[in-house]
């Protein structure tokens, strides 16, 4: 019994001292020490904010310099595009006047071919003579019109290389 009332009467004292608040003791602050430190705090921030405001303005302009640089490179890309359909173009103008004047070629050669075969069977007369005559001479204009063509097609091929 003895025991048992030494532990009652040790849980209760424990209790008892715990259960007490526990007394903070408190420095007198030095109401000028805190206005200096709430200054220095307070510099201490506005100078994070400006740096960061710094920052912030060294990012901005980095990006302006990255977006001019990405525009003058869609500009030459452009232009090289630009370029690169101009030369094309003129290949392919040079090869269609090659082709028409082959083709006139052809023309004039059947022509002549078919005026003579028609002269040898007699079935020309004149009239019709002069006009197949006319006919071949058009062609033959249209050859030299079509021959001037092609040197230019040509020249500004090689003005563009």
Known sequence: M???FLIVVSILSLQLALSQEKTVETKKVNPEKSVIEQQKAEEKRIQAEEKRIKELKKAEKAQRRSEKAQNQA???L???NKVVAQREKAVKN???AKSKIERNK???QNDTHKLERLKRKGKVTPEEELEWIEKIQKKQKKSVELQKNLQKSESKLR???
């Open 2 to 4: 003895k025991i048992k």
């Open 74 to 76: 869609e500009k030459e």
């Open 78 to 80: 452009k232009k090289a």
């Open 94 to 96: 040079v090869e269609k």
């Open 106 to 108: 052809k023309d004039i």
């Open 159 to 161: 003005n563009l290389d």
